[in-house]
């Protein structure tokens, strides 16, 4: 949008509007208040759902109240990439429980095609701190003809010492279409640590329905990793 910011963008766009309506008589006097307030909230909507996603990715995780300011940032050297499609995750601190954690920084792949980082953010509101987790989500725009097909997942079992940190609560963004259905995010294993995955609006096939990721504690204290998939209707999973 030219280098306007989108709530930026949003508020000319209610300004406009607001500025717009009274000056037309005819308008005015045929427009209740509470027509006006509705036309108000739809411009608002469709502002939401035409802008792009990276003006809105604070709304894919839900921030966590801290009282305990994260230390300082910790000065880091940047290795040589493995290869081109590698991208570096700056270390950060984050909130893990009720501590804070120091996330070294590294190079990782993407969980697959269409994600950005989305890096960890602290607030300080007041004197209390937010803390919003560093997430992979989508780039772009949900679209009704596509359906969401998840990464293969490996070629043997995701097996792991290292139990999943709590779930995220995650901020769904409005419905962007009739029948859109919700695919959760997901605590993933990058191969060395844990790592969250935004959830995200998928077209739902005929016939079908969506079997979330989750992780199972198995009996001999190990965590695995079963991947969603889309299943028949009629199938147990």
């Known amino acids: 949008m030219n280098g306007v910011a989108p709530f930026e963008y949003t508020i000319t766009l209610l300004s406009h509007a607001q ?3 009274p000056a037309c008589a005819t308008v005015r006097q045929a427009l209740s208040p509470t027509v006006i307030g509705a036309l108000m909230k739809k411009i608002l909507l469709l502002v939401v759902l035409t802008c792009p996603l990276d003006g809105f990715a604070q709304h894919f995780v839900t921030g966590v109240r801290v ?4 230390p300082a940032i910790r000065l880091e050297t940047v290795p040589t990439a493995p ?6 995750i700056a270390g950060y601190w984050a909130w893990r429980a009720g501590k804070h954690v ?11 095609s269409g994600y950005v980082w989305e890096p960890a953010s602290w607030e300080n509101r007041g004197g209390v701190w937010l803390f919003y987790e560093g997430h992979w989500r989508p780039a772009d725009a949900p679209d009704p003809s596509f ?3 998840p990464p293969p997942p490996p070629g043997r079992a995701e097996i792991v010492e290292t139990p999943p940190p709590g779930a995220i609560e995650e901020m769904r ?9 919700w695919i959760p995010g997901y605590w993933d294993w990058d191969g060395i640590r844990h790592v969250w995955i935004a959830g995200r609006w998928s077209a739902r096939p005929p016939g079908y329905d969506w079997q979330d990721y989750h992780w199972k504690h198995r009996r001999d204290g190990k965590w ?4 969603g998939h889309w299943h028949p209707h009629d199938e147990d999973d």
């Open 67 to 70: 009282t305990i300011a994260p």
């Open 19 to 21: 500025a717009t309506l």
């Open 83 to 88: 290869s081109l499609r590698h991208q570096w």
């Open 224 to 227: 695995e990793h079963k991947h």
């Open 147 to 149: 359906v969401y097909q």
């Open 173 to 181: 963004p409005p419905l962007p279409f009739p029948d859109a259905i």
């Open 102 to 112: 120091w996330i070294a920084g590294h190079w990782t792949l993407p969980p697959g």
